[in-house]
C-alpha cells in the first residue's frame, strides 16, 4: 500500500511539475524571443532650388544664354539657353552663395554677383544697370573662366574716340574672344577701360581698337599673366585704314 501510495504521489508531483512548465532549460525552450527592430539609415532625398533669369527693366535684347556657379569657385559651368517666349531656368543645391550671369543675342552681359539662394529658388530679372562688359565674351565659343587678369587701356588725347576693343587669344582656337568688349559704350580721351581676361601657363594675346574714323591699332603675341596689363594708348598708335 505505501508502494502505491509512492507511485501516486510521484505521479502526481509529475504532472504538476510539467504542467507548472517543467525544468528551467524547457521553460527556455517555450520563450518566445522578443522581435529585434533593426532601423537603417536611409538618405534624404536631395532638394534642388529653382532659378529663374527672365528679361527685366530696360533689356530691350532677348535673352541668349546663363551661367550660374557658387561664388567660391573660379569657373562658370554649364550654360543654360533661353527658351523662346519664356526664361532661362535651371536649379542648384540651397543654402549656398552663387554668381550669375546672361548675355542677350547682342552679346551684351549682365551680372549678379553672390546671391543667396535657399529651397524657395531665386529670380533674377535682369536690369539694364546689371550691365557689364567688362568680361565679354566671344559670342561663338564663351571663356569658362570668371576673369583673373586685368587689362586697363588709357587713351591719350589725339587718339580720338574707340568704338571697338577685341581681344584674341592666339594659341588656343577654342577659347577665340572676338566679341566687342566695350559693348555699346565709347572710349573717349583721358578716359581709362579696363576688362578681364583667363590667364595661364602659354597664354598670349592680340588686341585691336578701331576709332570712329576707322583708324586702327594692332598689339600681336602679347603674354599677360596674372599681374594683368595696362596699355598708355597714344596717337602715334593709330593708323589710318
Known amino acids: 500500500m505505501k508502494t502505491i501510495k509512492s507511485i501516486i504521489v510521484l505521479t502526481v508531483l509529475t504532472m504538476v511539475f510539467f504542467l507548472c512548465g517543467g525544468s528551467d532549460e524547457s521553460a527556455e525552450d517555450n520563450t518566445t524571443d522578443d522581435a529585434v527592430i533593426i ?52 536649379e542648384v543645391e540651397p543654402g549656398e ?23 524657395d529658388g531665386f529670380i533674377w530679372q535682369v536690369e539694364l544697370s546689371e550691365m557689364d562688359n567688362t568680361f565679354a565674351a566671344n559670342p561663338h565659343a564663351y571663356f569658362t573662366s570668371k576673369g583673373d587678369a586685368a587689362v586697363t587701356i588709357h587713351l591719350s588725347p589725339g587718339c580720338g574716340v574707340i568704338k571697338h576693343i577685341y581681344c584674341v587669344q592666339i594659341n588656343n582656337p577654342d577659347l ?3 566679341a566687342d568688349r566695350l559693348g555699346l559704350d565709347l572710349l573717349c580721351p583721358r578716359d581709362e ?36 596689363l595696362y596699355l598708355d594708348l597714344n596717337q602715334d598708335d593709330m593708323v589710318c585704314f
Request: aromatic share 16%; hydrophobic share 30%.
Open 97 to 119: 552663395y552663387y554668381d550669375l550671369r546672361c548675355v542677350d543675342n547682342a552679346h551684351n552681359e549682365y551680372y549678379r554677383w553672390n546671391v543667396l539662394i535657399e529651397e
Open 176 to 178: 577665340l574672344n572676338e
Open 193 to 228: 577701360f579696363t576688362f578681364h581676361i583667363p590667364t595661364g601657363q602659354g597664354y598670349r594675346y592680340s588686341l585691336l581698337l578701331e576709332n570712329t574714323n576707322g583708324d586702327r591699332c594692332w598689339f600681336y603675341d602679347i603674354g599677360i599673366d596674372e599681374t594683368g
Open 39 to 90: 532601423e537603417t539609415d536611409t538618405e534624404p532625398e536631395q532638394v534642388y532650388a529653382a532659378v529663374s533669369i527672365e528679361n527685366g527693366a530696360g533689356v530691350l535684347n532677348e535673352l541668349h544664354f546663363g551661367n550660374c556657379s557658387p561664388t567660391k569657385n573660379d569657373e562658370w559651368g554649364d550654360s543654360y539657353n533661353y527658351v523662346p517666349g519664356e526664361y532661362i531656368s535651371f
